[in-house]
């Protein structure tokens, strides 16, 4: 039954978990329903329409608003374990502090937990997936030092009303897409261009945010509440574009550093990157500043800020060949880095132009997060396929099928503590800036039918199958 001493391990242990993801904005629609304020994603796609892919928008998306019980039965569909989805801060709190709560806010979620808890679905909760309160933007949002408090008191407050049920908290999902996509290169909101500055400023409240969040459940309910709570980093993986080069070796582990082990280092080791801090403070230095634009961590914060994890979250979904650049540019954490990304010709295509199939990548990122991090548990918080939504999406199912296949083969070779997998998406929706142009999902989803209509794609029967079965091929021979 089992494949066993037959090369490849192709069963997953009876304790690994399977779950699918979704987020907020990108699914919920209601965007001013009830009593919700504007996030920063709504100013921006209601201001600026022309830079979003057909100038759509999220107003509506999925509408899982109104829907959450047929979500619900999608997911009970797939079989899954838990369901990763995210809180909407400013459904909640829509002056973005704990001084006025919106309840009709709070029973959307309470509905949708009670409901996933009745069909025996865990639900895995992010607290911030992107959509901060317009309100917070206004008072400087990450730039101001008070969005630590503001983090903290909205995470105790979700631990108040949804802890007895929530067993799986995550603080923040990417926050290199907050921090360097929204105060950096200014792609993502608030687009504010930090100029080697900002994006550091921000990442350093973020994880103090981080901390405190983790440091209240740790003391006021994990006792009684029982669960576990982290941070969510995503990560690609970086391959030296010529192997056994050391200038190359070099391009590639600052890449990874600077783009992803920047928001884990100071969680799980302690303080910046050491290659972080030596690159900044020295371009600094060479560009007269008396301070360095990368943020000195005191003893205390490294203290407060290490340890602050139950377990490491990260999604994946693509590689990059690295190649050094010892060009010196102007400030801007791109060019701290030193180091340009390409992806080869070479490599399978998706819907979305930076997604590129490389499953190896993710085994040798398993293996680099077990001898870099002190081999955490590991939950794959996201990983997934994009296309253009057709439902006999064999390329997903390749693409699902390849990445289950290497966590497998990462635990057995390397002993890697991978302990759940998470699809992205349980459905179709709003891809950013990218707008309906890249699908996802499991499920289709009509965005022309005001009924947002579902259908289920071969990939959800497939994963179905998987998670049954709990094998790759979707049956053990
Ligand atoms: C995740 O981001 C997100 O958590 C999720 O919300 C999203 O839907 C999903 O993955 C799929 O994208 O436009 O060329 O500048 C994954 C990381 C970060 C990859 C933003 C694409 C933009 C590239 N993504 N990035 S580009």
Request: proline letters at 4%; a negative charge.
């Amino acid at each position: 039954l089992i494949a066993e001493g037959q090369g490849t391990p192709k069963r997953f242990p009876d304790d690994f978990k399977f779950g699918v993801a979704t987020s907020s904005y990108q699914i919920e629609g209601g965007w001013n329903d009830d009593g919700k304020s504007e996030s920063i994603w709504d100013r921006y796609v209601h201001e600026n329409p022309g830079r979003i892919y057909n100038k759509s928008n999220a107003d509506i998306a999925c509408d899982s608003y109104h829907k959450s019980d047929e979500d619900v039965e999608m997911i009970k569909t797939l079989g899954v374990d838990y369901y990763r989805f995210s809180l909407s801060w400013p459904r909640i709190l829509p002056y973005g502090t704990t001084d006025y709560v919106n309840q009709k806010g709070v029973e959307y979620y309470r509905n949708l937990i009670k409901n996933l808890k009745k069909n025996n679905i865990e639900p895995m909760v992010t607290l911030f997936h992107w959509d901060l309160p317009q309100t917070l933007q206004d008072r400087g949002g990450f730039l101001n030092e008070k969005i630590v408090e503001w983090f903290r008191d909205y995470a105790r407050l979700c631990f108040q009303l949804f802890g007895d049920d929530v067993k799986t908290w995550i603080t923040f999902n990417e926050p290199k897409q907050t921090c360097m996509m929204g105060y950096g290169l200014a792609i993502f909101p608030p687009r504010v261009s930090g100029h080697g500055i900002l994006e550091y400023k921000c990442t350093y409240y973020l994880l103090k945010a981080h901390a405190e969040s983790w440091h209240v459940y740790n003391e006021e309910f994990r006792q009684r509440q029982k669960g576990r709570i982290s941070i969510v980093v995503d990560f690609s993986w970086w391959e030296p574009m010529v192997a056994n080069n050391t200038m190359f070796i070099a391009a590639a582990e600052s890449g990874i550093q600077f783009m992803s082990g920047i928001y884990a280092n100071a969680i799980y080791l302690g303080d910046w990157p050491e290659i972080v801090k030596q690159r900044v403070n020295e371009r600094s230095r060479k560009e007269g500043k008396t301070v360095s634009r990368l943020p000195a961590f005191t003893e205390e914060e490294i203290a407060r800020i290490r340890g602050t994890y139950d377990f490491f979250g990260v999604n994946f979904y693509t590689s990059v060949l690295a190649v050094p650049n010892p060009i010196p540019l102007p400030s801007g954490i791109l060019n701290d880095r030193g180091c340009l990304s390409f992806q080869s010709p070479k490599w399978e295509g998706a819907g979305s132009i930076w997604l590129k199939v490389t499953p190896w990548g993710l085994k040798k990122l398993l293996k680099y997060l077990k001898e870099t991090y002190n081999n955490p548990e590991i939950i794959i918080t996201e990983n997934g396929y994009s296309d253009t939504g057709e439902l006999e999406d064999d390329k997903r199912i390749s693409y699902i099928k390849q990445h289950l296949e290497v966590i497998l083969e990462a635990r057995e070779e390397f002993g890697v503590n991978v302990t759940a997998y998470t699809a992205w998406s349980l459905m179709d929706n709003f891809e950013w800036i990218i707008g309906y142009r890249d699908r996802f999902g499991l499920y289709h989803v009509d965005f022309t039918d005001p009924e947002r209509k579902r259908t289920i794609k071969k990939s959800a029967l497939y994963y179905r199958d998987v998670i049954k079965s709990r094998c790759v091929d979707g049956k053990c021979e």
